[in-house]
């Protein structure tokens, strides 16, 4: 079946712009996660949701950044008043059940580019 | 959940078996071993995991020492394809600690 997919591939914004991004999670997949990978390093955890419920938010850098699941299958996630730190690739994450342990299935990632 | 440390880079001959090693001093007793990769422009890639026994799957093999201190993630016959970064990763298995921390992982390059 299909993977996890993300939208757009490739994003390019003005400082002080807002962005969204989207995450379509593997269908049934009821946990989603966002990461966040800067140039040369490896990903970082930014969000968790478990359906529409957002369990962990502890990664995210700042309250800039907001991520939603209000269905509990598609995902979004908003920069608000983008800066140039943001500036990374944005990895989307679903696994299948709500226990730790369970592999997680990654997308190809957004990069979002602030000029 | 406790600290990995890999090599930065490593080759390899193509056709040979890569080995990949990983120390994790401080594991505790609930700590499982993960491995996954990151091929360029792509996302990670889940390959392996374990406890305290030794793993095989159709992608890889997963040696952990007895002391569970280190591992080793081993590539039977590796491809121009296994070129990647290669992440160690040690996390408890429970409810409520999903995510996962990444290193900066061992960059795999494969030699024709």
């Known amino acids: 079946g299909a993977g996890v997919s993300q939208s757009p591939r490739y994003k390019v914004a003005k400082r002080g712009q807002d962005v969204a991004l989207r995450c379509d999670p593997i269908?049934?997949?009821?946990?989603l996660f966002w990461y966040q990978q800067a140039l040369g390093q490896g990903p970082e955890f930014l969000t968790y949701?478990?359906?529409?419920?957002?369990?962990?938010k502890s990664g995210l850098p700042s309250d800039r950044f907001f991520a939603e699941r209000p269905e509990g299958s598609v995902s979004t996630l908003k920069i608000q008043r983008t800066q140039q730190e943001d500036s990374a690739v944005y990895l989307c994450a679903s696994s299948s059940q709500g226990a730790g342990g369970d592999t997680q299935y990654f997308g190809p990632g957004t990069r979002l580019t602030v000029l | 959940d406790a600290k990995t440390t890999q090599p930065t880079s490593m080759d390899c001959a193509e056709g040979r078996a890569a080995n990949l090693p990983c120390n994790h001093s401080?594991?505790?007793?609930?700590?499982?071993v993960y491995w996954y990769r990151q091929i360029h422009s792509q996302g990670p890639q889940y390959i392996i995991h374990g406890l305290k026994n030794n793993e095989t799957n159709e992608m890889a093999s997963l040696i952990i020492t007895e002391d569970r201190k280190s591992s080793t993630l081993i590539l039977p016959h590796a491809t121009l394809r296994d070129t990647a970064v290669y992440y160690c990763?040690?996390?408890?298995?429970?409810?409520?600690?999903?995510?996962?921390?990444f290193g900066t992982g061992t960059r795999l390059t494969i030699i024709p």
């Open positions: 949701f478990q359906n529409e419920a957002q369990l962990d």
């Open positions: 990763i040690v996390r408890v298995y429970t409810f409520g600690n999903e995510k996962l921390t």
């Open positions: 401080t594991i505790s007793g609930n700590e499982y």
């Open positions: 269908s049934g997949h009821v946990s």
